[in-house]
C-alpha cells in the first residue's frame, strides 16, 4: 500500500516554508531514489509550498508514495488564480515586495513545476482556492 | 576547489557545517535571485549572495547546493545556522563583495555554470 505524508501549511509564514519539502526529501533519501530525481521532486514540491505561503491562507499538502512514482496534491484557500495560461508564463507574477525581497516572486514558479514534474495539473477558482496535483515518476 | 581552499581565497570564516570538508567545488552562481537558484540543474557548486535568510538555506537544501558564500559582511542568523548545521550545508561569510569574491574565485579555477 502507499504511503501517505500530509502537511499543514501556513500562509505567510516564509520561516517555516519548506519543512515539508524537507521531510519529503528525508524520505525520498530512505527510500533510496536517484538523487536527480530527488531533485526534481522537493523542488517542484518546493515551489509549490512557496506559492501556498507568498499567495495563500492557507494550505494542505499530500505526498503520495507510490511504487513507481509520487503524487504530490497541493490544495489552499486564497485568491485563486485568474488567468492560468498566463500564470504559466515565465516571468508572470503577481508577489509582493515582501516576497520578492526574499529572493522570490520572479514569475517563474509554476514554469519550474512544470519543468521537473512528469504530469502537472492545475485546478483554481478566484476567491477560494488553487489545487495542484503533479507526478513524477522514478 | 576544496572549501578550505575557498576560504582562504576569500578571507572568508565559517559559519556552519565543517571547513575541512572534502567537497570538491568545481563550479560557482553567483545571485540573490532564489527562483533562478531552484532551476540550476548541477551540482557540486558554491552559491555566491547576499542574501541573508533562512529561505537560502532551504533553497539550497532543495537545490543540493552543499557550499554557500554570504558576501559582504552579511552576517548568517542563529536560525541559518542552525538549520545549515541540520541538513549539512557548508555557510561561510566573507567581508568580499559578490563581484570580488566571483572575480577570485574565477581567477583561481572555479568555472561558471552558464
Known amino acids: 500500500m502507499a504511503e501517505i505524508l500530509e502537511f499543514h501549511i501556513k500562509g505567510g509564514d516564509f520561516n517555516l516554508a519548506g519543512k515539508a519539502s524537507s521531510k519529503i526529501k528525508k524520505k525520498l533519501i530512505q527510500l533510496g531514489v536517484?538523487?536527480?530525481?530527488?531533485?526534481?521532486?522537493?523542488?517542484?514540491?518546493?515551489?509549490?509550498?512557496?506559492?501556498?505561503?507568498?499567495?495563500?491562507?492557507?494550505?494542505?499538502?499530500?505526498?503520495?508514495?507510490e511504487p513507481d512514482s509520487i503524487r504530490i496534491i497541493i490544495a489552499d484557500s486564497g485568491p485563486g488564480i485568474e488567468d492560468i495560461d498566463l500564470a504559466m508564463e515565465a516571468g508572470f507574477s503577481t508577489a509582493t515586495k515582501k516576497v520578492r525581497e526574499m529572493g522570490f516572486g520572479a514569475g517563474m514558479g509554476l514554469p519550474n513545476i512544470r519543468k521537473n514534474t512528469d504530469e502537472l495539473e492545475i485546478e483554481s477558482k478566484v476567491g477560494v482556492g488553487t489545487r495542484l496535483e503533479m507526478i513524477i515518476y522514478y | 576547489?576544496?572549501?578550505?581552499?575557498?576560504?582562504?581565497?576569500?578571507?572568508?570564516?565559517?559559519a556552519a557545517g565543517n571547513p575541512e570538508e572534502q567537497i570538491n567545488i568545481e563550479r560557482a552562481f553567483s545571485s540573490d535571485l532564489m527562483s533562478d537558484v531552484l532551476t540550476l540543474d548541477d551540482h557540486h557548486i558554491v552559491l555566491i549572495t547576499g542574501l541573508a535568510n533562512v529561505q537560502l538555506i532551504r533553497t539550497v537544501e532543495m537545490a543540493d547546493v552543499p557550499v554557500v558564500l554570504l558576501c559582504r559582511n552579511k552576517p548568517a542568523?542563529?536560525?541559518?545556522?542552525?538549520?545549515?548545521?541540520?541538513?549539512?550545508?557548508?555557510?561561510?561569510?566573507?567581508?568580499?563583495?559578490i563581484f570580488r569574491a566571483s572575480g577570485v574565485l574565477y581567477q583561481n579555477g572555479l568555472k561558471p555554470l552558464y
Open chain 2, 77 to 97: 542568523t542563529p536560525e541559518m545556522v542552525n538549520l545549515a548545521n541540520e541538513i549539512g550545508i557548508v555557510l561561510v561569510e566573507t567581508h568580499f563583495s
Open chain 1, 34 to 65: 536517484e538523487t536527480s530525481t530527488i531533485k526534481r521532486i522537493v523542488v517542484a514540491t518546493y515551489e509549490a509550498e512557496l506559492n501556498v505561503v507568498a499567495h495563500a491562507r492557507e494550505g494542505k499538502l499530500t505526498a503520495i508514495f
Open chain 2, 1 to 14: 576547489m576544496k572549501v578550505s581552499e575557498l576560504i582562504k581565497l576569500t578571507e572568508g570564516r565559517i
